[in-house]
């Protein structure tokens, strides 16, 4: 699987929206991005995901450039919740496929 | 959703002593669990997969004799930490896969050797 690149952590208002991004220069075709968070000791949780199109859903949107290099995690309106650390995955979609975690953001929201 | 329950979700036990934790997905069945080991402040490390009916293949540098892995179902899969250290002292979790709702985490095991 490809290797993602992302800022170690960044801050951002209550209320405002958050973009995270990653970058996966190394993604091939049949590689999907998949964004997950982890919040303060608990398992992660799915955000969403994506091939090359936009996507969005009830809790974020996700930006994939056309060359499909990097991508941006957006969260709308973000709030003191979304406080954890966001971890960019790129991997083939496939049932048996491992997921390989890097060392992903921390995202402080602060008041 | 799919749910993947973990348990115990924290366990404190003795230098030299075996602790065993469970995970088991709910209302969906997994031939295919993942086990990951997460130390503080670090990311997630994949240890093992864990494959029903058959033996689990270990990532570089993971000991399967300390590390035993049993996959007896399609809903439950066993970790068991071997004669833990406190060096193993750690938060361990599970995963799997739905075919509905892809990979699903579970919430993770505390784990504190003393």
């Known amino acids: 699987d490809a290797k993602t690149t992302q800022p170690t952590s960044m801050d951002c208002a209550e209320g405002r929206a958050a973009n995270l991004p990653c970058n996966h220069s190394?993604?091939?075709?049949?590689?999907?991005v998949y964004w997950y968070r982890q919040i303060h000791s608990q398992g992660p949780q799915y955000i969403i995901h994506?091939?090359?199109n936009n996507e969005t859903n009830e809790m974020a949107s996700l930006i994939i450039t056309e060359d499909r290099k990097s991508s941006t995690l957006i969260l709308p309106h973000a709030t003191l919740r979304d406080t954890a650390v966001y971890y960019c995955?790129?991997?083939?979609?496939?049932?048996?496929?491992?997921?390989?975690f890097g060392s992903g953001t921390k995202l402080n929201v602060k008041p | 959703g799919a749910v993947v329950s973990q348990h115990p979700s924290r366990v404190i036990c003795k230098s030299g002593t075996s602790v065993k934790i469970e995970c088991r997905s709910l209302?969906?069945?997994?031939?295919?669990m993942f086990w990951y080991r997460q130390f503080p402040k670090q990311s997630l490390m994949l240890m093992a997969t864990?494959?029903?009916?058959?033996?689990?293949?270990?990532e570089q540098g993971v000991e399967k004799d300390k590390f035993l892995i049993n996959h007896a179902s399609l809903t439950l899969s066993t970790l068991t930490v071997t004669s833990a250290h406190p060096e193993d002292s750690s938060f361990y979790i599970c995963?799997?896969?739905?075919?509905?709702?892809?990979?699903?985490f579970g919430s993770g095991t505390r784990l504190t050797v003393v």
């Open positions: 995963s799997a896969v739905d075919p509905n709702y892809g990979y699903t």
């Open positions: 190394t993604i091939s075709g049949n590689e999907y």
């Open positions: 994506g091939l090359k």
């Open positions: 995955i790129v991997r083939v979609e496939d049932n048996f496929n491992k997921f390989y």
């Open positions: 209302d969906f069945q997994a031939t295919t």
């Open positions: 864990s494959n029903e009916g058959s033996k689990a293949t270990y």
